[in-house]
């Protein structure tokens, strides 16, 4: 449904006195990838990798600095300001902070109608109607409509949230980081109720997040990134029990578990480096655990190729480890 | 090893009075903090957690309402009772604490060096100057590269992990006996956590303290604790050693974290549910706190009409009475 190439977004920076271009911040380099319908996609990374800009550049609320994005095989890329509005309604996202994504001074009647009035010919009752059933389908009852964000706790408030995304009866959803503001007990339930919605409504969902364990409860496929890059591509199922890049697989080693008592774990040393000036050929060589001499000097193009069918790993540390 | 006592909790209570209500944050917590041991506290938010620690750091806001608070035993002192200008000589000296926060809890105006050798010159009586050897020596500690340069950093030109161990660097340099970690490494990344997490577990061995560390995951407890603790609603719903507590839980609650925890090792599945919410302190369900989100209830609790209170159905292992009896019919 969505396909993605080569896209990049680059932030100027600028400063001094006359304002000049100063360098880039690059925030998401060459990624390539396809969301086929009704497929929930992952998308894991520390933060500064690039998570977010990635997702907001797919449906052009950040401009993409180079690259083409599909959506119905139409390129949107070049497509005008009105034709862009059209297909807003399509597009919904779910944001992180339920405490600052919704706005204080709205009702939530207001909050979850304001896409039917711009969108939509409906007339009162109709929106009225629309906006009930969808608050239903979240979990909450009519009596809250006249309320204030602020008289809701935060899973409630994202449940608003997600009502204001699904009110316009949207293709594809990117849900930015949804569940990891909640509490473990609130996050299951809004888990389960995005897989639900997901049936209802059919939807196509980008979902991004930094924890492993929660993609792995609920994406079909994840994609792993890095500094930009994408450097780890493959289903759920195999990326977990059989992680081929070393990032990914420090990622599920060192993430705290219940009932794993893990003694050799690789800890990565240092910090994801500045994407002003990242590392020259491969991003992910100054945290390597084993780097060949060649990525170690930065002379190793980054890339990824397909190791096994539809598992993508970066070429560099295919042939490290 | 030595199961010596060093902090000794009992019947802990903190309320506030908010408005015209009260809001029971504690309500009867009572734990032993043993030494060299690390002592997790797990909840959600607004379980008491963190006002348990404040509690014991005597950092509370001054709404309290002055009942019967209980007691905080260490050295032979009851710290509820101390004066303020005692329990200054105790707090970041012989206990100290560490918070979620590194971007807020470092104050953004000075540089590490005077931050850090601040404390070293108000509890050790050194100089300046070798405070501020002191504190090159404690940045090194905690694995900051070149601690000469960065002893001279502000707090914004460091990394969340790298302001993390400037904190950790600045709890220790007194030699506290026992650290409070409150969700230390709740704000980082999960590489930059893993290292955090050695490296807290590296000073235990090395400096032989005792860590409470509150946090909110159950994996990172099993990673780093040896005992544990589950608070709910400012109540203690169960206390026991890490691993019993994982292979044996015995409260609900307990058993429904740890169901509900998402696992990455586990085939995806069916997400397990708790249903509802923590309800609010100002007005706690009567009887049984956790009987509003209870997977079974008996009729009794149902009602309002158990009551709460630690038993010790296995040695070391204690759990709230009315779970236990509501899980024990099954």
Not at chain 1, 224 to 249: D, I, Q, W
Not at chain 2, 238 to 267: C, M, R, V, W
Request: charged share 25%.
């Amino acid at each position: 449904m969505i396909k993605v190439k080569n896209l990049k977004k680059y932030f100027p920076i600028t400063g001094g006195f006359f304002n000049n271009k100063l360098g880039n911040v690059k925030a998401v380099e060459n990624v390539t990838f396809e969301i086929p319908e009704g497929e929930i996609l992952g998308l894991v990374g520390e933060s500064g990798s690039g998570k977010t800009t990635l997702g907001r550049s797919i449906i052009r609320l950040i401009e993409p600095s180079e690259g083409e994005i599909f959506y119905n095989n139409k390129n949107i890329i070049n497509f005008s300001d009105a034709e862009m509005r059209k297909l807003r309604k399509d597009f919904q996202i779910i944001f992180q902070d339920p405490y600052a994504s919704l706005d204080p001074r709205k009702k939530v009647f207001n909050i979850i109608a304001q896409g039917l009035k711009i969108h939509t010919n409906m007339n009162k009752q109709e929106i009225y109607d629309k906006v009930n059933s969808t608050l239903k389908d979240v979990g909450l009852q009519e009596e809250h409509l006249n309320r204030y964000p602020h008289e809701f706790s935060g899973g409630q408030r994202q449940r608003i949230g997600i009502a204001r995304a699904l009110v316009l009866d949207p293709k594809f959803i990117i849900a930015d980081e949804p569940v990891s503001a909640l509490d473990v007990t609130i996050q299951a339930q809004i888990l389960n109720l995005i897989l639900e919605l997901k049936e209802k409504y059919s939807l196509t969902i980008l979902f991004i997040s930094h924890d492993l364990s929660v993609i792995n409860q609920i994406a079909d496929r994840v994609m792993v990134m890095y500094l930009g890059h994408l450097v780890e591509v493959a289903s759920t199922k195999n990326l977990f029990s059989k992680p081929r890049h070393p990032y990914t697989k420090s990622l599920i080693e060192t993430a705290p578990q219940i009932f794993r008592e893990n003694k050799n774990k690789v800890l990565l040393k240092g910090d994801i480096p500045s994407p002003i000036n990242p590392p020259s050929g491969c991003v992910f060589r100054t945290r390597c655990p084993n780097p060949t001499h060649d990525c170690q000097e930065g002379n190793i193009k980054m890339g990824l190729i397909e190791v096994s069918p539809n598992h993508w790993v970066d070429q560099c540390c295919v042939n490290c480890s | 090893m030595s199961e010596e006592t060093l902090l000794s909790i009992q019947n802990l209570k903190t309320h506030f009075t908010v408005g015209n209500s009260v809001v029971k944050a504690v309500d009867g917590v009572s734990f032993d903090l043993k030494a060299g041991k690390t002592f997790a506290i797990v909840g959600e938010s607004g379980s008491g957690k963190s006002i348990t620690a404040l509690s014991i750091m005597s950092l509370l806001p001054n709404n309290l309402t002055s009942t019967d608070r209980g007691k905080i035993l260490f050295n032979n002192q009851d710290l509820i009772s101390l004066e303020e200008k005692e329990m200054r000589k105790i707090r970041g000296n012989s206990i100290s604490m560490i918070f979620q926060e590194p971007m807020t809890s470092l104050n953004p105006v000075y540089d590490l060096s005077f931050q850090i050798s601040e404390v070293i010159m108000l509890h050790q009586n050194k100089n300046k100057k070798d405070a501020r050897k002191i504190a090159i020596e404690m940045l090194d500690l905690v694995g900051i590269p070149e601690p000469q340069k960065r002893i001279d950093s502000f707090p914004h030109e460091l990394s969340g992990g790298m302001r993390q161990r400037a904190m950790i660097a600045m709890a220790l340099s007194c030699n506290p006996k026992i650290l409070i970690a409150d969700e230390p490494t709740t704000a980082l990344d999960v590489t930059i956590q893993a290292q955090i997490i050695e490296l807290m577990q590296e000073l235990q061995k090395k400096l032989r303290m005792s860590i409470i560390f509150i946090t909110h995951d159950l994996g990172v407890v099993s990673e780093i604790s040896d005992h544990v603790m589950v608070m709910y609603l400012g109540n203690v719903m169960e206390i026991a050693g890490t691993k019993e507590l994982f292979s044996n839980p015995l409260h609900s609650y307990t058993k429904s974290l740890i169901d509900i925890a998402p696992q990455i090792t586990e085939e995806k599945r069916k997400i397990r549910v708790l249903k509802g919410e923590i309800p609010s302190p100002i007005n706690p369900p009567s009887g049984c706190v956790f009987r509003t989100r209870c997977p079974n209830p008996t009729h009794d609790c149902e009602h309002g009409k158990s009551h709460m209170g630690l038993i010790e159905p296995i040695p070391g292992h204690f759990v709230d009475q009315c779970c236990y009896e509501c899980n024990k019919n099954d």
